[in-house]
């Protein structure tokens, strides 16, 4: 059974570029959330999809935006990067909207020159 | 709102000695509590978590955390690490029955054992 996987593992932009990560769930889990962690510090909440739509969001600029597809996959698109975009992604995926146990995947490591 | 605050951003240990890893959250509601490892340019992964009930709770690699209610706090222990055990641990929170259940990490606490 597969875990969370996100894609790619590592990436390299430009500032003022765009960018789409991308995550698919654990089998049987139909709840996505995305998370930011900056070097030497605590994963951030910056949203949660389920049924295909947002349903929270953490305090990220309209510039984070996402996508849950019919699979239960999901996409992050940051766009007009900032230097300080500079992070690792991860995604955790859950069944419903109860994170009685969330899996996280391995990450995306994103850095903006 | 929730917070979660892990004391000490770094602790090491000789290896074979205890450890204590501290946390306490500030909620206003009822939380369920998690311990989460990341080793070195990985993902995170579920060590233990409380959700009700018995207020000691087992996890893997030989972990144990025991949820305080009058001192919100959830410290996680180990009775002997290992060397295997250097990562980077960190104590979260969610809200049950909530809209939505985003999760709220500390910091994070690096654990560095000292063969």
């Known amino acids: 059974d597969a875990g969370v996987t996100q894609s790619p593992t590592h990436l390299i932009k430009t500032r003022g570029q765009q960018v789409t990560l991308r995550c698919s769930p654990k089998s049987g889990h139909d709840t996505v959330s995305w998370y930011q962690q900056a070097l030497g510090q605590g994963p951030q909440f910056i949203f949660q999809y389920y049924e295909e739509e947002e349903r929270q969001r953490g305090n990220f600029p309209d510039r984070f935006s996402g996508h849950q597809f019919p699979n239960y996959s999901s996409e992050l698109n940051v766009n007009a990067l900032l230097l300080g975009d500079s992070a690792l992604y991860l995604c955790a995926s859950s069944l419903g909207r109860q994170n009685t146990e969330a899996f996280f995947g391995q990450g995306t490591r994103l850095t903006v020159v | 709102a929730q917070s979660v605050t892990q004391l000490d951003s770094q602790v090491p240990v000789f290896e074979e000695a205890p450890v204590e890893l501290r946390c306490n959250y500030s909620?206003?509601?009822?939380?369920?509590l998690f311990w989460y490892v990341q080793y070195p340019n990985q993902g995170l992964q579920l060590l233990l978590k409380?959700?009700?009930?018995?207020?000691l709770v087992k996890g893997i690699n030989g972990f144990e955390a025991e949820f305080n209610k009058s001192q919100t706090s959830f410290h996680l222990r180990k009775p002997s690490v290992h060397i295997s055990d250097t990562a980077e641990y960190f104590c979260a929170v969610s809200v049950p029955y909530s809209s939505a259940s985003k999760i709220i990490f500390g910091s994070g606490t690096r654990l560095s054992i000292r063969p």
């Open positions: 409380y959700l009700s009930g018995s207020t």
């Open positions: 909620s206003s509601v009822s939380v369920y």
